[in-house]
């Protein structure tokens, strides 16, 4: 039986490399990035600031808040520069085929 929590999310096609994006799934709006060949999904809102993170610099693994250049690690979710001090939700990425599904419970 498949998990009902896994979501399509968006293709990846509609993902560029080394950008962010916002979706909303499951009435949650969620940042996904593609860095290189991978792809991360986190909370769109920055612990911080409550600023839409889709709407930052990505830079490698990091993306940076627009509104008070704080700064989380994409991959886990952990913040990396203040003033952000508390870490960002993620969600577990899977790819079938072109298409890009998020885990939310």
Known sequence: MADPGWIDAISLEKLPSDDVVAVTVAGVEIAIYRVADEV?????????????????????????????QGKFDVRDGRAVCEPAIEPLRTYPIRIEGSRVYVHVE
């Not at 809102?45 to 600023?51: E, R």
């Open 40 to 68: 991360y999904a986190t909370e769109n809102l920055c612990t911080h600031g409550m600023a839409r993170l889709c709407d930052g610099f990505l830079d490698g693994h990091e993306i940076e808040c627009p509104l008070h």
